[in-house]
Nanobody
């Protein structure tokens, strides 16, 4: 089993920054990449950013140039640095990983961008 715990969400004004963290624990030796998804009620969960075990990254077009995903060398913590936040970034952000074909999700952290 793998456990994921997110932190760092909150209320921020447009143009501001937040950094989300996700700590992985449990049987993390064989986990693959880690990523961040977000979901607004009534909409599908969407990929925000992902980093592979080899360090390659990919981002949703809507966040390119504003968000940066990074991972510790021990690969048990992943961060999402979010800059130039917009009201449309308001969402619940979920950490994700997978291991042997099984998906693991955190409980989510709420990010609200509002003046």
């Amino acid at each position: 089993q793998v456990q994921l715990v997110e932190s760092g969400g909150g209320l921020v004004q447009p143009g501001g920054s937040l950094r989300l963290s996700c700590a992985a624990s449990g049987d993390i030796v064989s986990i693959n990449g880690m990523g961040w998804f977000r979901q607004v009620p009534g909409q599908q969960r969407e990929l925000v950013a992902r980093i592979t075990s080899g360090g390659s990254t990919n981002y949703a077009d809507s966040v390119k140039g504003r968000f940066t995903i990074a991972r510790t060398s021990t690969k048990n913590t992943v961060y999402l640095q979010m800059n130039s936040l917009k009201p449309e970034d308001t969402s619940v952000y979920y950490c994700h990983t997978d291991r042997w074909g099984v998906d693991y999700w955190g409980k989510g952290t709420l990010v609200t961008v509002s003046s």
